[in-house]
Every structure is written in C-alpha cells, then in structure tokens.
C-alpha cells in the first residue's frame, strides 16, 4: 500500500540532546513537509521540499534541520537548540506543491 | 504574516443538529483546502475550493468558498458521532512562493 511512514511514534528525550524523526513515503510525490503541531493550534510549517537536494525554510526552522539525499525520505533533526520541542510532529507529502497534502501517522516528542 | 483564521475554536452538539466552521483568511488565497483530523490521529484531506463563490458538497458536508477568496465555511448537516475530530481550513496564499497555511482548526464533539 502506497503512503507515508513516519518513525518512532512517540519519542522521549532528555534536555540537550538531538534526535532524528523519520519520514518516508512511497507516492512518487516530489514536494515533502513537515509541521508541528502544539495542543489546541494548528499545524505550523517546519521545512519543506520540494525537489531531491533542495529544501526550504518555513515558519518555524529554528532549532530544527532538514535533509532530502533521496525522493523517498525527508528525515527531521531536533536539535539541541529547540528551546520547547516537545509536540507532535507531523511528516506530510504532495504530488505537487500546491496540491492535496497525505500526512504520516505522527510522530509524539517528549522531552524530559 | 499571512494568518488563517477559523470560529469556533470548539462546538459541542447533540447528534442530528447541524454544525458550521468558518475561516477567514487576512489575504487573498489561491484555493483552499480542508482536512479533518480524529481524535489522536493525523489530518485527512478533504476537498480543495479553487474558484471564487464555489461551493462543493460531498453528502452531508457543505464547503464554499467566498467571493472574494479570503474566507470558507465548511457546514455538517444532521451529524454524526463519526463526524467528531478537529477541522482544519488551509489556504494557498500567492506569496513569491506560494504558501499552505494552516487555521487553527475547529474541533467538534457530537453527543448521541
């Protein structure tokens, strides 16, 4: 089945350190984002892509890093520099960049 | 900054009664889209309005797009217990890149 698969689910961390979430997505689509998303607010852009090897800022990019090595996979970093990561991340991809967005299934940070 | 806005922020119905989420938008759009997000879950697109004053239906659901494309509504008639989840309105702003940006969403609970 076609989609978008993000890893781990839930994630904890202690202050000071990075972490990796996961996102790949196996619907041939060119354009991959991420958002994050705080209780009872929308979704808020992090990064997005919309080629292999080019990515963009969004609202949100500080304290977060971004790579698109291939057309499947935009893996996110948290860095150590986030100042209030804990949230619920969200990977999503589109055919193209103005088009309808398919999200993965989240991924919850914690930070302790 | 471009913001997306949407009343209510919350609304608590009885099944069968009918429910309306507006989003207003402070510029022009080029489309905008709904999605729908469950309890826990992750958004699922909706639809996509495109031209001015359109207006899409899909069974109980109702979405128009104003005249002068800076604001939507979505309306549920009788709803359902499946119908609770959070709304969210994202309009395509015509900035040098174009931009999806995101409301902050309408979340519905339905009582049987």
């Known amino acids: 089945d076609g989609g978008i698969t993000q890893s781990p689910k839930y994630l904890f961390r202690k202050e000071g350190q990075n972490v990796t979430l996961s996102c790949e997505q196996n619907?041939?689509?060119?354009?991959m984002y991420w958002y994050r998303q705080d209780p009872g607010q929308g979704l808020r852009l992090i990064y997005y892509s919309q080629i292999v090897n080019d990515f963009q800022k969004g609202d949100i990019a500080e304290g977060y890093s971004v790579s698109r090595e291939k057309k499947e996979s935009f893996p996110l970093t948290v860095t150590s520099a986030q100042k209030n990561p804990t949230a619920f991340y969200l990977c999503?991809?589109?055919?193209?960049?103005?088009?309808?967005?398919?999200f993965g299934e989240g991924s919850r940070l914690t930070v302790l | 900054g471009q913001q997306v806005m949407q009343i209510p922020q919350y609304q608590h119905v009885q099944e069968g009664e009918d429910f309306t989420t507006y989003c207003n938008s402070s510029?022009?759009?080029?489309?905008i889209q709904w999605y729908k997000q469950r309890p826990g879950g992750h958004p699922v697109f909706l639809i996509q309005?495109?031209?001015?004053?359109e207006v899409k239906k899909q069974k109980r659901l109702t979405f128009q797009f104003g005249e002068a494309k800076k604001n939507s509504s979505l309306h549920i008639t009788a709803t359902q217990t499946t119908d609770v989840g959070t709304y969210f309105c994202?309009?395509?702003?015509?900035?040098?890149?174009?931009?999806?940006?995101f409301g902050t969403g309408t979340r519905l609970l339905v009582s049987p």
């Open positions: 510029t022009t759009l080029s489309n």
């Open positions: 999503a991809s589109s055919f193209t960049y103005t088009g309808e967005l398919f």
């Open positions: 619907l041939n689509h060119d354009a």
């Open positions: 994202a309009g395509l702003v015509p900035t040098g890149f174009q931009k999806l940006v």
């Open positions: 309005l495109v031209k001015s004053g």
